[in-house]
């Protein structure tokens, strides 16, 4: 008979892994994969006013962002650099906090100013978290992330000024600036309206150049847009647009990056009042103008889940379209799937019109379900007497096609609209697993699937988080 021997040092290590989890705890996502929560018993350090050199933000640390906190001080007169410049790199697990706005204070808000840089690069096991301060949490609880870089844009004189008042300038001549990494970022609860109909977006992008990293970014409960890119040319993959309350891919002032794998997924009851809520709302700027470069992004692989989930879901009167392409854009989106909108496509303006005919405004290879065809709304609209953007839609040699609803294409509503763990992935059988075109597009990996996902690899499982509101990052 063999005795056992006690082995202390893995005795120890048991032990040490065993406090790691009680302290920092873990749970399942939606694929029953184990997702380590943060510990929420961290020290708290207040942050506030201008950053310059150097920064690092560990992982044992919550930073608290009291009013706008600046990388960089800035200045918007043409031509000049800016007066200082800082780098700011976040530990993969950094939970970061944003204080909430009152009237007369601003919220919590980073803004990275041109000429610095932010490496915040999580893992999917450790992704960086930005959200609410708040025990409560509720959408526009902080400001958000904001990036301006030196890219251009179609702004008088190529420089601008995000809205809101709150110093983020952006624009110059570089297309391939730098600005740093974002990744595997979740950004929670951002939004709140600095003035009115003047909110900050969850992650605002103003004229990023393409050297700029933005890959694997979740941005949640957000009373404004999820992303918004003014001008630039930054490239993204992998975004998760969750609950936002207005749009979700908002495109403006000569945006001309490339966008990837994306997915957005609204609920029923969360829209905006003033504006009305779409999943794309893009403009060449807020005029209309011709101005050059024109906002002409091309995006591939997105799956929007609209707040439909079937014909007989009740709905916020204040949803909108599922792409309002507005203002003389020339955007282009291929190999996407679009579901549960009052409208599909929206094609406004005069000059917009005339893109599309001329196929400078491009949609190919898509699949449009579950859109009303009732009252005012139908799924293709124009504002131009004689364009027929169904027809157009339709047309044989773009490749698009239309489903009654998503069970047509493989998904199962109960998995698909579970709010807090959602099933994006199609069933084996789905006709969006195949079909997918790239055929003259470069930049973009190649892959036979329409919509975000194919039949087997959910790509935001681990990190990404469906249910925010149950997690404590702050004692």
């Known amino acids: 008979m063999k005795t056992k021997q006690f082995n202390l040092k893995q005795s120890v290590l048991t032990v040490a892994v065993l406090i790691i989890t009680l302290v920092s705890g873990c749970k399942k996502d939606g694929n029953n994969n184990d997702v380590i929560v943060p510990p929420a018993d961290r020290p708290v350090r207040d942050v506030s006013g201008n950053l310059t050199g150097n920064i690092l933000w560990d992982k044992d640390t919550v930073y608290r962002l009291n009013g706008v906190v600046n990388v960089g001080i800035d200045s918007i007169q043409t031509g000049t650099t800016p007066q200082a410049t800082g780098i700011l790199t976040i530990e993969a697990g950094t939970v970061i906090v944003g204080k909430k706005g009152t009237a007369g204070s601003n919220p919590g808000t980073l803004v990275i100013h041109r000429g610095s840089k932010i490496f915040a690069e999580g893992t999917a096991a450790k992704p960086i978290i930005f959200s609410s301060a708040e025990s409560s949490k509720a959408p526009g609880d902080w400001g958000g992330l904001v990036v301006c870089g030196k890219a251009t844009n179609n702004q008088p004189g190529g420089f601008a000024t995000l809205e809101g008042s709150y110093g983020a300038h952006h624009g110059g001549s570089d297309d391939a600036d730098n600005s740093g990494i974002i990744k595997y970022v979740r950004l929670e609860y951002a939004g709140f309206p600095i003035l009115t109909d003047k909110e900050i977006n969850s992650l605002t992008m103003g004229s990023l150049g393409s050297g700029t990293t933005i890959s694997h970014v979740q941005a949640s409960y957000g009373l404004d847009d999820a992303f918004e890119w003014f001008g630039g040319t930054v490239n993204c993959d992998h975004l998760v647009a969750f609950k936002t309350t207005d749009d979700d891919f908002d495109c403006d002032f000569g945006y001309r990056g490339r966008v990837q794998f994306a997915v957005s997924f609204r609920s029923a009851n969360l829209a905006d009042p003033v504006s009305g809520s779409n999943s794309f709302e893009v403009d060449n700027d807020g005029g209309g103008s011709t101005n050059a470069p024109f906002t002409a992004p091309s995006f591939s692989n997105v799956s929007v889940f609209g707040p439909k989930q079937d014909s007989t879901t009740s709905i916020d009167a204040n949803f909108r379209r599922a792409m309002h392409l507005r203002r003389s854009n020339k955007i282009k989106i291929y190999n996407s799937f679009f579901t549960g909108y009052p409208q599909g496509v929206v094609i406004d303006g005069g000059n917009t019109r005339t893109y599309a005919e001329s196929d400078e405004l491009v949609i190919k290879n898509s699949v449009l379900s579950l859109m009303d065809s009732w009252s005012a709304y139908v799924p293709y609209k124009s504002d131009q007497a004689g364009f027929d953007v169904s027809a157009w839609f339709n047309d044989a040699s773009r490749g698009n096609g239309t489903v009654a609803n998503v069970a047509a294409v493989g998904y199962t509503a109960a998995n698909l609209y579970n709010s807090t763990a959602p099933n994006f992935l199609p069933a ?48």
């Open 428 to 475: 084996a059988t789905s006709s969006l697993l195949s079909g997918a075109s790239f055929t003259g597009l470069t930049g973009f990996t190649t892959v036979a699937y329409k919509g975000a996902f194919d039949g087997t690899t959910n790509w935001t499982s681990g990190w990404a988080e469906y249910n925010p509101a149950a997690l404590v990052y702050v004692r």
